[in-house]
């Protein structure tokens, strides 16, 4: 059994940020993310199927996905508010909730009732992945301090990948939905087997601190976590709105065709490549943020992003190849900036309460979300696609704003090792 976090693993002497187990440690958290994170959009992929057995409407899956959004933001206040990651191991923090979110996930399947249920047990699983996400970027951060905007990048990739699993499980498994569950349950299982017994607390972990709920102010009076917050937000505003709609617009676009018979549903094969052009995207994000700055990676991606959607849901259907290299672009660029946002915050945030603010920022960034992801679909109904998804550039637009004003200020060298 792994060894409480007040009692980091035994590093030796190498210098904390050229430790060579840093690697592996990402690797595993990396994988456990992907695992763990197949819960999230599960109903979005199988949406067809819910309509079709269990009479949900197209509002009734948007509720669903609302009330994972709802479910996470409950979860991620109640780590911010009471300093559970800070206070708690942050491991075993991890590997509970994964072990819960999937639980109630598979619970779609055998539990009786009908749309209420489901809300119910969406809220739940999205209460505990609240409890994967911000703490598996405080783990990391653990081990990372040159490099860290890289690493982060790739837990959101892996994030990003897990997050569009689903679609390709139900591409696989188009008849049978509730295999789609089971997995994304026993998934999520094996990820907090992996934290639970693999991962180990980095060098630059931080003992357990005391409970100090007042820390979530400071994070909002400090003009530069202020301005971090601001971007973060207009990110938000766009990237899970896209990721939950987008699958259905392209729906529209590939109709019912497959790539072999009945199995590889074509439209839920561009959706997960969406997903993995995204993971590339953090990836590479990552990488150019530790050369050109962090104020600047995300501004160009959002840049791309806003243009992007401006466009796309304006294309003529019978341009698939052209809307599937769109969506692609969209999709590396949407989420490639979510990993700089979270990195800059450990960069000018308290080192003590790095988990707190992790929280914080993600819980008002899902929060955000709601709205769009309500609004977007009525809009798609009314109007049309294009406008629909135009709307979501509003966000990138605020963002890139702040951004350019965080980094004409003093304080933005504290990011990128200088780099801003």
Same mark, same amino acid.
């Given at each position: 059994?792994?060894?409480?976090?007040?009692?980091?693993? =035994?590093?030796?002497?190498?210098?904390?940020?050229?430790?060579?187990? !840093?690697?592996?440690? $990402?690797?595993?958290?990396?994988?456990?993310?992907?695992?763990?994170?197949?819960?999230?959009?599960?109903? =979005?992929?199988?949406?067809?199927?819910?309509?079709?057995?269990?009479?949900? &409407?197209?509002?009734?899956?948007?509720?669903?996905?609302?009330?994972v959004q709802i479910g996470f933001v409950i979860g991620t206040m109640l780590i911010a508010f009471t300093n559970?990651?800070?206070?708690? =191991?942050?491991?075993?923090?991890?590997?509970?909730?994964?072990?819960?979110?999937?639980?109630?996930?598979?619970?779609?399947? %055998?539990?009786?009732?009908? %749309?209420?249920? /489901?809300?119910?047990? !969406?809220?739940? &699983?999205?209460?505990?992945?609240?409890?994967?996400?911000?703490?598996?970027?405080?783990?990391?951060?653990?081990?990372?301090?040159?490099?860290?905007?890289? @690493?982060?990048?790739?837990?959101?990739?892996?994030?990003?990948?897990?997050?569009g699993s689903p679609h390709l499980l139900r591409s696989i498994f188009v008849a049978q939905w509730e295999i789609?569950?089971?997995?994304?349950?026993?998934? @999520?299982?094996?990820?907090?087997?992996?934290?639970?017994?693999?991962?180990?607390?980095?060098?630059?972990?931080?003992?357990? !601190?005391?409970?100090?709920?007042?820390?979530?102010?400071?994070?909002?009076?400090?003009?530069?976590?202020?301005?971090?917050?601001?971007?973060?937000?207009?990110?938000?505003?766009?990237?899970?709105?896209?990721?939950?709609?987008?699958? /259905? %617009?392209?729906?529209?676009?590939?109709?019912?065709? &497959?790539?072999?018979?009945?199995?590889?549903?074509?439209?839920?094969?561009?959706?997960?490549?969406?997903?993995?052009?995204?993971?590339?995207?953090?990836?590479?994000?990552?990488?150019?943020?530790?050369?050109?700055?962090?104020?600047?990676?995300?501004?160009?991606?959002?840049?791309?992003?806003?243009?992007?959607?401006?466009?796309?849901?304006?294309?003529?259907?019978?341009? =698939?190849?052209?809307?599937?290299?769109?969506?692609?672009?969209?999709? /590396? &660029?949407?989420?490639?900036?979510?990993?700089?946002?979270?990195?800059?915050?450990?960069?000018?945030s308290d080192d003590d309460y790095r988990g707190t603010a992790l929280a914080f920022q993600t819980g008002i960034? %899902? $929060?955000?979300?709601?709205?769009?992801?309500?609004?977007?679909?009525?809009?798609?109904?009314?109007?049309?696609?294009?406008?629909?998804?135009?709307?979501?550039?509003?966000?990138?637009?605020?963002?890139?704003?702040?951004?350019?004003?965080?980094?004409?200020?003093?304080?933005?060298?504290?990011?990128?090792?200088? !780099?801003?």
């Amino acid at each position: 059994m792994p060894d409480s976090q007040e009692e980091p693993a =035994n590093l030796g002497s190498a210098t904390p940020p050229e430790h060579p187990l !840093r690697w592996r440690m $990402l690797a595993l958290l990396s994988l456990a993310t992907v695992l763990s994170l197949t819960v999230w959009f599960s109903t =979005n992929a199988i949406a067809p199927a819910l309509e079709a057995e269990k009479g949900f &409407s197209t509002g009734d899956i948007a509720w669903l996905t609302i009330a994972v959004q709802i479910g996470f933001v409950i979860g991620t206040m109640l780590i911010a508010f009471t300093n559970v990651a800070d206070v708690v =191991n942050t491991r075993k923090v991890f590997a509970i909730s994964a072990l819960l979110a999937g639980f109630f996930n598979a619970a779609l399947v %055998f539990v009786p009732g009908g %749309f209420t249920t /489901a809300l119910v047990l !969406r809220i739940l &699983s999205g209460i505990f992945l609240g409890g994967v996400y911000p703490p598996g970027m405080k783990i990391i951060s653990g081990w990372f301090l040159s490099g860290r905007g890289i @690493a982060i990048g790739v837990m959101i990739g892996a994030l990003t990948i897990g997050s569009g699993s689903p679609h390709l499980l139900r591409s696989i498994f188009v008849a049978q939905w509730e295999i789609t569950l089971y997995l994304s349950a026993g998934l @999520a299982a094996l990820a907090a087997a992996i934290v639970y017994f693999l991962v180990q607390d980095g060098p630059l972990d931080v003992p357990a !601190r005391k409970f100090k709920p007042g820390y979530i102010l400071e994070t909002v009076r400090v003009e530069s976590t202020r301005l971090v917050l601001f971007g973060y937000l207009g990110h938000m505003w766009e990237l899970y709105a896209m990721w939950a709609w987008l699958p /259905a %617009f392209l729906a529209t676009v590939y109709g019912t065709k &497959s790539l072999i018979g009945d199995s590889l549903d074509l439209a839920s094969l561009v959706a997960f490549l969406v997903f993995i052009s995204g993971a590339v995207g953090c990836v590479a994000a990552g990488i150019f943020a530790e050369k050109m700055g962090r104020t600047s990676v995300t501004s160009w991606a959002m840049a791309i992003s806003g243009g992007t959607a401006l466009f796309i849901g304006f294309l003529p259907v019978e341009w =698939n190849i052209v809307i599937a290299i769109a969506a692609m672009i969209w999709g /590396a &660029s949407v989420v490639a900036d979510s990993a700089q946002f979270s990195t800059a915050l450990t960069e000018l945030s308290d080192d003590d309460y790095r988990g707190t603010a992790l929280a914080f920022q993600t819980g008002i960034g %899902f $929060l955000l979300t709601i709205a769009p992801i309500r609004l977007l679909p009525v809009m798609a109904d009314s109007i049309g696609w294009g406008p629909a998804f135009a709307v979501l550039a509003i966000g990138p637009a605020l963002g890139i704003a702040a951004m350019l004003r965080l980094r004409a200020m003093p304080e933005a060298t504290a990011m990128a090792l200088g !780099r801003r």
